[in-house]
């Protein structure tokens, strides 16, 4: 039977349906929701972008390609992290603006346990020749074929380090990683953070005791669906870890090998926006501030700001965090209500503000001083806009980028966030 045109049409939009990418996109939930995109991928990069420049260098300088392994790739989300660093101080004119472009990557490895997720991966990649995936243990020590070279970044992201539950496997494979490397290399772990405030009640202070927590993957639903389903959600077994802890396990490692694995950088990334900030599932104090950042970086949404005032509930004999915590909450705080009384105070018709108490206060902390000052010139540079939703669209994301600035600058790698990555080097040289 011959289609009828309509019928011919309505096949197109099927097969539009059918491919997934007809689909509304929001960055308000989900896996790769805003925050995710704009601050947890960013903030990787940035801390990172020094040490795989500089490792970059060094590849050139001996003529080769970077070699790169990723343990735990799951979809592969890794590569797409890395391939998105940019240059530092490329300029605005300036259109190749990627560190790593095709040309300097020899290779990327990506070794997971889950078939389907490589599946997924494969899927993606299949033609690119030099992204290869292999199914593989990682709890089981560092696996090279026999013809197989070492790698120059061995990678991991987004937790996955966390899935050693205990010292041992994770102070196997890097000893491995030293063992069999040629004369440099970097590693660049990621675990959950044992002192994130969205786990508040799961926090010891004994270093001594591994914190191993029942994960569950249950932030990807709705509220009403996360209720409906809590009998069949999965329960995931990660390690919380703190920098004593992984400066111990590094040090074991760099003793088996009997090669130092030197720690250059940590830092906690998702320090009030973990994802379990809106699930309130491990405290009962969390506020769903993920959902208002994520808000905030919405095209066209407009934000209660009242939302993204955070009141911390401290934990006793927990000063020294509790003072962290509070005092960048007092920081985080000042900024949001500064924004808010730009807004209420600035005179669209006069463009300028009808206040003359905006001065911000010399006794302030450096970084939100510089945060604040920022803001005033966005909402005076484009309050008097009226057309394309200037608060929705402008001064509300360059608000979730100074609250970012602010976090990231104030954060002391000291596994207070929900993400704590390490970054460490071997030098045989
Ligand atoms: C938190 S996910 C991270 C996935 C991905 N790297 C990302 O950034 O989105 C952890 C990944 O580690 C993988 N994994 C867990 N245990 C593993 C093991 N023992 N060996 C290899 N992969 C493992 C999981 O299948 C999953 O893909």
């Not at 925050?35 to 300088?61: G, M, N």
């Not at 995936?133 to 966390?162: A, I, M, N, V």
Request: aromatic share 10%; with cysteine.
């Amino acid at each position: 039977m011959s289609l009828t045109s309509q019928d011919v049409q309505m096949e197109a939009y099927s097969e539009a349906v059918k491919s997934g990418l007809y689909a509304k996109r929001s960055g308000l939930v989900g896996k790769y929701d805003n925050v995710r995109k704009h601050w947890e991928d960013e903030v990787t990069r940035h801390f990172i972008c020094p040490y795989v420049s500089a490792l970059l260098d060094r590849c050139q300088q001996s003529m080769r390609r970077l070699r790169i392994m990723d343990f735990g790739c799951g979809s592969a989300d890794g590569y797409e992290l890395l391939m998105g660093i940019r240059h530092r101080d490329a300029g605005l004119h300036e259109s190749k603006v990627d560190l790593l472009s095709a040309d300097k990557v020899g290779c990327y490895k990506g070794v997971d346990l889950s078939g389907d997720l490589l599946e997924q991966a494969e899927s993606i990649y299949s033609d690119n020749p030099k992204v290869i995936f292999e199914q593989g243990d990682f709890t089981k020590g560092l696996s090279l074929k026999k013809d197989e070279k070492p790698y120059d970044l061995y990678f991991t992201s987004y937790g996955t380090f966390s899935h050693h539950n205990e010292d041992e496997t994770l102070v196997q494979l890097l000893a491995d990683i030293a063992g069999t490397c040629q004369d440099y290399c970097l590693i660049i772990g990621d675990w959950l953070g044992r002192y994130s405030y969205e786990w508040q009640s799961l926090w010891t202070n004994d270093l001594n005791e591994n914190r191993n927590m029942d994960y569950i993957v249950s932030y990807i639903y709705s509220k009403e669906e996360r209720e409906q389903r809590r009998d069949e959600l999965q329960h995931l077994q990660l390690r919380l870890m703190s920098r004593q802890e992984i400066a111990a396990i590094v040090s074991a490692a760099g003793k088996k090998a009997g090669v130092e694995i030197k720690p250059v950088k940590f830092f906690d990334r998702s320090v009030f926006t973990g994802r379990h900030m809106d699930t309130g599932e491990y405290n009962p104090y969390a506020q769903p501030l993920r959902e208002a950042v994520n808000s905030l970086h919405e095209p066209n949404v407009r934000t209660n700001l009242s939302t993204l005032i955070v009141n911390y509930a401290p934990k006793a004999g927990f000063e020294f965090i509790n003072g962290y915590f509070e005092h960048l909450q007092m920081c985080w705080n000042t900024l949001v209500n500064y924004t808010q009384t730009l807004m209420e105070t600035y005179d669209r018709d006069a463009a300028s503000f009808k206040s003359a108490h905006l001065a911000v206060p010399a006794s302030y902390p450096a970084d939100l001083r510089e945060m604040m000052e920022r803001m005033l010139q966005v909402v005076e540079g484009v309050g008097w806009l009226n057309t394309g939703l200037p608060r929705e669209n402008v001064i509300e994301p360059q608000l979730g980028y100074a609250l970012r600035y602010l976090v990231s600058r104030l954060q002391q790698g000291q596994g207070c966030a929900h993400g704590l990555v390490g970054v460490f080097e071997v030098n045989k040289k």
